[in-house]
């Protein structure tokens, strides 16, 4: 079930142009830049886009400079956080390529009140199939304050997402459609 979901998402997401991919992605922007959620924060966890995922490329760079922005470093098998003030400095890591910083400059968990998190899919209730490795999940447990938000195109969303015991839901998942307020 699981690797039909994702077989049938990122097929769908992999067909999508570079252009509706930023097309799209300015829509989640500006609909993730009006919530409330996000106003109030001073402290956001932005994953770094690659391939066809949400670009939030342009949303850090708009960011830098208003809030502090914090990025993953995967390390060790786990999430490290980085605060970034230049995203120009960012160099391509890991086996995907994922743009990461050089040098991590450490954020206490407690610090970070946004976190935006990438899934292949996502259901209403906030459950995501991400790639597979519990990256996220091992790391929103250790940040159970802060606002958890999704950010995917709107055919991501499916009627349930199979989950596990450790699986932690999004408070929110925003598309370029809408605005899903999770029932977790």
Do not use: W
């Amino acid at each position: 079930m699981k690797l039909q979901i994702k077989e049938q998402i990122l097929q769908k997401r992999n067909s999508l142009s570079k252009e509706e991919i930023v097309e799209k992605s300015k829509i989640i922007e500006n609909r993730l830049f009006s919530l409330e959620q996000y106003k109030k924060s001073h402290t956001i966890m932005f994953f770094v886009s690659f391939n066809s995922e949400v670009h939030t490329h342009e949303m850090i760079k708009k960011v830098l400079g208003n809030k502090t922005v914090v990025i993953p470093k995967v390390a060790h098998h786990q999430i490290e956080l980085s605060v970034i003030i230049d995203f120009d400095n960012l160099i391509p890591s890991g086996k995907f390529g994922i743009l990461e910083p050089i040098e991590v400059m450490q954020i206490a968990y407690k610090n970070i009140d946004l976190v935006l998190v990438p899934g292949i899919a996502f259901d209403k209730e906030g459950y995501r199939l991400g790639y597979g490795f519990g990256f996220y999940d091992k790391f929103l447990k250790k940040v159970p304050k802060a606002v958890k938000i999704g950010l995917a195109f709107d055919f991501q969303i499916v009627d349930k997402v199979p989950r596990e015991e450790h699986d932690v839901a999004v408070d929110f998942v925003v598309t370029e459609e809408r605005v899903v307020k999770c029932r977790s």
